[in-house]
């Protein structure tokens, strides 16, 4: 056998492979034997038509039939003797067999591009955002507390600001008239200058009764107004619980009473902001080689990636004959070429740092989990039986090792800011 490799670009490449009458001789007679078996014709016994004869009337389907074998056999055979390790099915082409000639074909795949890690040992520069958390993040995260303890409680008068209430909206045109088809039923409203109904609607609906219709105009997502008729058919207030030691002690366990509260609060914001700041830290570093290195995604992990998102969207509910494949691949197109990207730049980093995480280490991890909440300690523990789920482990392990270790290589500057800033942003 013969083959000549041919590099196409960086993840492409193509094989030309011939395979010599004189090898495939006697593979082909073995073959026949067996064809002929198979061979139906008047006046002969199945299995017993001349060799002479099968070759005469199934000499091309014999032919066809062997090489599909041999091309399937050969090409396995060359992508060992080549050192090549497919990431797609190959595209076979140009195949040509008849008995007494060479097989020859064409053979087209695709592969994972060689990964050239930029420099990062020697040192780059991060900056790494930490907000510190004030008495109003606290004051936030009490009233988020109070709203989810709140009681709804019906109301008989009209509606007014801060209310909520349900309702049906009918979509007319300008002159007043439905449209058919357009009705929205059951829809539940906060009654707020910042909610979805906006100021001028508050002031419309300002005393509205059960049963009262108004007339509202909503926006598009466009920024077109819309006209609707809005009856209304429930008004319930939010009562919110005082916020004192009793309602301290009913939100937190750990907390004795209001001033212990803040205190524990204080203590998970900071933790919360810590994570949010070493999660973009994570994620900046593995930007840092996304941005510096030279790399081409190869067109199957992309294609696959797609698949990936629109079996994640028809999980969601989403009818596959709905799902446009062409807007999902150019909507998701950034993000997936930057986590692919990042999955062949990985990869070679824990191969360059020799990360490694066994299985010994992976079971003490486990059993640190146990110990962390002994009350889930069975559930965690049948969790991480499954293989899968130990393998998901591993890599999460793998990761946090690499992640700690291009740290220690990066010049990273720590800068605090005032969470009132990202207040603002959000």
């Not at 495939?24 to 198979?38: I, M, N, T, V």
């Not at 599909?68 to 990431?87: F, G, K, N, R, W």
């Not at 998701?332 to 990360?355: C, D, F, P, T, V």
């Not at 946090?400 to 207040?423: G, M, N, Q, W």
């Given at each position: 056998m013969k083959n000549e490799l041919t590099v196409v670009n960086d993840f492409t490449r193509r094989l030309n492979i011939m395979v010599p009458w004189e090898e495939l001789q006697g593979k082909y007679e073995a073959f026949l034997q067996k064809f002929s078996k198979k061979v139906r014709l008047p006046g002969?016994?199945?299995?017993?038509?001349?060799?002479?004869?099968?070759?005469?009337?199934?000499?091309?389907?014999?032919?066809?039939?062997?090489?599909?074998?041999?091309?399937?056999?050969?090409?396995?055979?060359?992508?060992?003797?080549?050192?090549?390790?497919?990431?797609?099915?190959?595209?076979?082409?140009?195949?040509?067999?008849?008995?007494?000639?060479?097989?020859?074909?064409?053979?087209?795949?695709?592969?994972?591009?060689?990964?050239m890690l930029p420099p990062y040992q020697k040192g780059f520069k991060l900056e790494q955002v930490i907000y510190d958390q004030d008495e109003e993040d606290v004051d936030r995260a009490i009233e988020d507390l109070r709203q989810q303890r709140a009681e709804l409680r019906t109301v008989e008068t009209g509606l007014e600001e801060d209310y909520y209430f349900l309702a049906d909206l009918q979509e007319v045109d300008e002159s007043g008239m439905p449209l058919v088809g357009r009705k929205l039923e059951n829809r539940y409203f906060h009654l707020h200058p910042e909610g979805?109904?906006?100021?001028?609607?508050?002031?419309?609906?300002?005393?509205?009764?059960?049963?009262?219709?108004?007339?509202?105009?909503?926006?598009?997502?466009?920024?077109?107004?819309?006209?609707?008729e809005l009856t209304v058919r429930e008004v319930t207030e939010r009562i919110l619980p005082d916020i004192d030691d009793s309602f301290a002690r009913q939100v937190d366990p750990q907390a004795e009473d209001l001033e212990q509260l803040r205190?524990?609060?204080?203590?998970?914001?900071?933790?919360?902001?810590?994570?949010?700041?070493n999660k973009q830290l994570t994620h900046d570093l593995a930007d840092h080689f996304i941005r510096n290195a030279d790399l081409e995604v190869p067109t199957s992990l992309f294609e696959n990636y797609v698949d990936t998102v629109i079996a994640d969207l028809e999980r969601?509910?989403?009818?596959?004959?709905?799902?446009?494949?062409?807007?999902?691949?150019?909507?998701?197109?950034?993000?997936?070429?930057?986590?692919?990207?990042?999955?062949?730049?990985?990869?070679?980093?824990?191969?360059?740092?020799?990360?490694?995480?066994?299985?010994?280490?992976?079971?003490?991890?486990?059993?640190?989990?146990?110990a962390a909440d002994e009350t889930q300690a069975n559930q965690v523990r049948n969790h991480y039986r499954r293989p899968e789920n130990r393998r998901n482990l591993r890599q999460d392990m793998i990761s946090d090792a690499l992640f700690e270790k291009l740290?220690?290589?990066?010049?990273?500057k720590v800068i605090h800011k005032p969470s009132k800033e990202l207040r603002k942003a959000r």
């Amino acid at each position: 056998m013969k083959n000549e490799l041919t590099v196409v670009n960086d993840f492409t490449r193509r094989l030309n492979i011939m395979v010599p009458w004189e090898e495939l001789q006697g593979k082909y007679e073995a073959f026949l034997q067996k064809f002929s078996k198979k061979v139906r014709l008047p006046g002969f016994r199945k299995g017993k038509v001349p060799p002479r004869l099968v070759r005469q009337q199934y000499g091309a389907a014999a032919e066809a039939e062997f090489a599909e074998t041999m091309v399937q056999e050969y090409y396995l055979s060359a992508l060992e003797d080549a050192d090549l390790d497919p990431i797609n099915q190959a595209t076979i082409q140009g195949v040509q067999f008849t008995e007494g000639a060479p097989l020859r074909f064409e053979a087209t795949f695709e592969v994972e591009p060689e990964v050239m890690l930029p420099p990062y040992q020697k040192g780059f520069k991060l900056e790494q955002v930490i907000y510190d958390q004030d008495e109003e993040d606290v004051d936030r995260a009490i009233e988020d507390l109070r709203q989810q303890r709140a009681e709804l409680r019906t109301v008989e008068t009209g509606l007014e600001e801060d209310y909520y209430f349900l309702a049906d909206l009918q979509e007319v045109d300008e002159s007043g008239m439905p449209l058919v088809g357009r009705k929205l039923e059951n829809r539940y409203f906060h009654l707020h200058p910042e909610g979805p109904l906006g100021r001028e609607n508050l002031e419309k609906l300002q005393g509205a009764r059960v049963g009262d219709t108004r007339r509202v105009i909503l926006q598009t997502d466009a920024g077109m107004d819309t006209h609707f008729e809005l009856t209304v058919r429930e008004v319930t207030e939010r009562i919110l619980p005082d916020i004192d030691d009793s309602f301290a002690r009913q939100v937190d366990p750990q907390a004795e009473d209001l001033e212990q509260l803040r205190s524990n609060l204080r203590e998970r914001i900071r933790a919360a902001f810590e994570r949010e700041s070493n999660k973009q830290l994570t994620h900046d570093l593995a930007d840092h080689f996304i941005r510096n290195a030279d790399l081409e995604v190869p067109t199957s992990l992309f294609e696959n990636y797609v698949d990936t998102v629109i079996a994640d969207l028809e999980r969601e509910g989403y009818e596959r004959e709905n799902i446009d494949r062409d807007a999902v691949r150019e909507e998701h197109r950034a993000s997936i070429i930057w986590n692919l990207k990042w999955y062949l730049l990985r990869k070679q980093l824990i191969e360059e740092e020799e990360i490694v995480v066994d299985d010994q280490a992976v079971e003490a991890r486990v059993q640190e989990l146990i110990a962390a909440d002994e009350t889930q300690a069975n559930q965690v523990r049948n969790h991480y039986r499954r293989p899968e789920n130990r393998r998901n482990l591993r890599q999460d392990m793998i990761s946090d090792a690499l992640f700690e270790k291009l740290k220690t290589y990066a010049k990273i500057k720590v800068i605090h800011k005032p969470s009132k800033e990202l207040r603002k942003a959000r």
